[in-house]
């Protein structure tokens, strides 16, 4: 396949953020998903957030595995690092990545073939270990490189390009993620940017294992009547449960979230010193409350509606790193001495497990 790059040559007055680049310094190469591709919409909502929160592109590590959304890493953060792995696997190597250098912010990318079928276990281990990560799945409910075919995904009663009906349940990324231990699990829609980009930058500001499964439709096999991921059924059924103002750095949080009505704001310390500010939307919401986000979330699914915002977060939540005590020194950068000490010290640790 062919990539068309973009120019170098930027216009001199773009507004350029606190590290000196523009918005296009974070682009990648010309997509060549079909036109209309939700995809490509989420591409622009990374784009966006990392220029706004002033990320030097050098410091973004971005993986992913195979499918139409695993493409996505070569048309945003051009000046990345990247890695392509293979179907279903992106997870286990980005927590080795991870380990070795934690220093970068790690996003992966990942389809709802991907993740859900053949990387479901992947996906539910890089979850429960608390990896910090943002983890992106682009869930349009079909196999667009083969043809079309439902997904894992698909909800059941949903409708083909062909008129063929989906007669099994859907595997809910959403809720597996809140049940293994996901510390930030949001749900977002291709077609609004104004809630994808806020939820991204939650989403890297955050502290450990932070999922999001965005609505991606499929124009080419799954944007028709019958079908519950086209982007006319989402508009539609779109039930919004939260809304993420604005990320900041402020004092610690005053209000507890649980007691506040629908249309207040409140206030959760991040683990990177900032406050997310969420203006609550949905009676019964409380963003804080792992079980009652997993109530609400198939309570609403359950009457056809399509649950979006921020719907869990931990504010204190812990990573890989701080469960296995690693060092804070990037393994990467330390000395073959220090990783590999002799045979005395091995036959040291041999002798603590006898």
């Avoid at 120019?7 to 918005?23: C, E, F, I, Q, W």
Wanted: net charge neutral; glycine share 12%.
């Amino acid at each position: 396949m062919t990539y068309i790059a973009k120019p170098r040559l930027h216009h001199p007055t773009l507004a350029r953020n606190k590290v000196g680049y523009t918005r296009r310094d974070y682009e990648g190469k010309v997509s060549t998903l079909c036109a209309g591709c939700g995809h490509d919409s989420i591409s622009a909502a990374i784009i966006q957030a990392a220029w706004e929160l002033d990320i030097e592109p050098h410091r973004v590590a971005k993986l992913s595995g195979i499918g139409c959304s695993s493409k996505t890493p070569d048309f945003c953060l051009g000046a990345s690092h990247g890695f392509n792995t293979v179907h279903g696997r992106m997870p286990s190597v980005l927590t080795g990545a991870a380990l070795a250098n934690r220093e970068l912010l790690y996003l992966g990318v990942s389809g709802d073939g991907d993740s859900a079928s053949i990387g479901l276990g992947q996906f539910a281990h890089a979850m429960r270990r608390g990896v910090r990560m943002v983890y992106i799945v682009e869930n349009n409910g079909v196999y667009g490189l083969t043809k079309g075919q439902f997904s894992a995904t698909a909800d059941r009663g949903s409708k083909s390009k062909k008129g063929v009906l989906n007669n099994d349940s859907p595997v809910d990324l959403v809720g597996m993620a809140l049940q293994l231990g996901a510390t930030y699990v949001a749900r977002g829609f291709s077609g609004d940017k104004a809630q994808l980009v806020p939820l991204i930058k939650g989403a890297i500001r955050h502290g450990g294992a932070a999922f999001i499964d965005v609505i991606s439709p499929c124009v080419a096999f799954n944007n028709h009547p019958g079908s519950t991921r086209s982007y006319d059924y989402v508009r539609e059924h779109n039930e919004a449960v939260s809304r993420i103002d604005f990320i900041d750095l402020a004092q610690p949080a005053t209000v507890e979230p649980g007691g506040l009505p629908p249309g207040e704001v409140f206030e959760l310390p991040q683990p990177d010193g900032g406050l997310m500010r969420l203006r609550k939307l949905h009676e019964g919401y409380d963003p804080a409350d792992r079980v009652a986000a997993m109530t609400l979330v198939q309570a609403l699914q359950a009457q056809g509606e399509v649950p979006t915002g921020l719907l869990y977060i931990e504010p204190k939540a812990r990573d890989l790193h701080a469960a296995l005590g690693t060092t804070a020194k990037p393994l990467n950068m330390l000395a073959e001495p220090v990783l590999c000490p002799g045979s005395e010290a091995l036959a040291k640790i041999n002798a603590s497990l006898r």
